[in-house]
């Protein structure tokens, strides 16, 4: 039987601990390896100065604090520092003798063999949460962790050998690893996080650790259609056996054509398309990298397919409001890339509003606007700084189609019910952040579902 507190001191090997940012994931970090090692010495750094008077910190004698606006400095003193995913290390340059590591790390070293991992700029939480499904559906018993689930090492005694874990990996958590899961799922690659790195490239190579530690008895499920996944791969030196997916027809890869599923072995199986929850070309990728889950780890796939049909879609991700005086809503605040929402919008044929726009990371719009002047969407509406961006960008093309500037979401909803025709659809998909004016992209698909079902009354 393992011993992983055994295992969990040996990863710290008798050093003194940093843990930088003391979010939930940072908390979650002590209360393991207090658990594990009561007398080891843990510093906090944080900049959050109230810390320290938090009554369960203060009883423990072997924890100290480095709190407040330079918390940063504690850096140079530790040899080994658990960073929490959300602290850029943007201008920080790592000495040779200090170990950058994470939970993340210490959990893929733990469990590897039974971790499926996935990442992407997009569409991971949809693809974990559908691997989730398939796998408890062909009987496995599998948990959620990461981005979409508890931090990992919140669950460490409920695993046993036949676990299975499908784990949402951010470029934040795999910026550090020093390993990689048995599984790896690499879905895409976009310009995102820009203002937590140094370069597009330092971030996709935050992204390829998911796969650069892998050997030839695990497997890589990528997307072949992204030039940037192949390249960041083939750069990688990973040895996992490869399965790739497409959208491409031609492709050898595994592809669904109409309603027809080749997987790479081709295997050929239906899919009625019709009775997928999920919306849009772009999820249909999606389902072939989880069903491709499923054959690595021997799943009944016909059982896998028919599981499809029952999954339930996350929120914010072309969610249906409903309809609304004749006018069908769909939230996909989600969509915090130009990419995204182009995606999105090519999902309706019948789009009379896009409402975009919100907090400015400095992405490039291009892509975004070359897209809107050819497809000549009778109404924009638009949001913060990116709003007006786009704005300019397109009066300078001579854009004709209408414009409507909204300081805010009751504006948004007003506007949305007075220029959208009836048949037609309304799509919040804003391709920015939005932390300019809401506190996360939940809470601006929330506000527009509020205010669209408000007004109906």
């Avoid at 700029?121 to 949460?129: A, D």
């Avoid at 050997?215 to 259609?225: H, W």
């Amino acid at each position: 039987m393992r011993d992983l507190k055994k295992e969990i001191a040996a990863f710290i090997n008798n050093r003194e601990v940093l843990i930088l940012g003391f979010g939930k994931e940072g908390r979650s970090t002590y209360r393991t390896l207090r658990r594990c090692m009561p007398d080891i010495k843990i510093c906090i750094a944080d900049q959050n100065e109230s810390i320290a008077s938090e009554e369960d910190l203060q009883k423990d004698p072997n924890l100290s604090f480095e709190l407040g606006a330079k918390y940063m400095d504690a850096l140079s003193n530790y040899d080994l520092v658990f960073k929490s995913p959300g602290i850029s290390f943007k201008n920080y340059s790592v000495p040779k003798h200090q170990q950058i590591t994470s939970q993340t790390d210490l959990f893929i070293e733990l469990f590897h063999s039974q971790i499926i991992g996935v990442t992407g700029t997009k569409g991971k939480s949809t693809t974990v949460s559908l691997i989730y499904h398939l796998l408890n559906s062909n009987g496995r018993k599998v948990m959620l962790v990461g981005n979409i689930g508890l931090p990992a090492l919140e669950v460490l005694q409920d695993i046993d050998e036949e676990t299975l874990i499908v784990y949402e990996l951010s470029s934040h958590q795999l910026e550090y690893v020093n390993h990689s899961p048995h599984i790896a799922v690499f879905l895409n690659l976009f310009e995102e996080h820009l203002d937590h790195y140094n370069s597009y490239l330092a971030y996709q190579q935050a992204k390829a650790n998911i796969t650069k530690y892998q050997s030839s008895t695990d497997y890589l499920i990528y997307n072949v259609d992204d030039e940037n996944v192949k390249q960041r791969i083939n750069e990688s030196g990973s040895e996992a056996q490869s399965r790739c997916f497409s959208a491409n027809t031609d492709s050898a890869c595994s592809i669904i054509d109409n309603e027809s599923i080749t997987l790479f072995n081709k295997e050929q199986f239906r899919l009625d398309l019709h009775r997928v929850p999920l919306l849009g070309k772009h999820n249909l990728l999606n389902i072939l990298a989880a069903l491709n889950v499923c054959t690595a780890l021997g799943a009944d796939i016909n059982k896998s397919i028919e599981s499809i049909y029952s999954f339930q879609s996350l929120p914010h991700r072309l969610e249906s409001v409903g309809v609304f005086q004749g006018i069908h809503f769909v939230n996909d605040s989600i969509a915090t890339i130009p990419e995204a929402c182009i995606k999105a919008a090519d999902t309706f044929d019948n789009l009379d509003t896009l409402v975009l726009g919100g907090f400015n990371r400095g992405i490039d719009y291009s892509l975004l606007i070359d897209y809107l002047i050819k497809r000549k969407l009778p109404n924009l509406i638009l949001l913060g700084e990116v709003g007006q961006i786009i704005r300019k960008q397109l009066e300078a093309t001579n854009y004709v189609q209408n414009l409507f500037d909204a300081a805010n979401m009751d504006e948004v909803v007003q506007i949305a019910f007075k220029q959208s025709r009836e048949g037609r659809a309304c799509l919040l998909s804003p391709a920015a952040s939005s932390y300019d004016s809401f506190h996360n992209f939940e809470d601006r698909g929330d506000q527009y579902k509020e205010k669209v079902r408000a007004y109906n009354r």
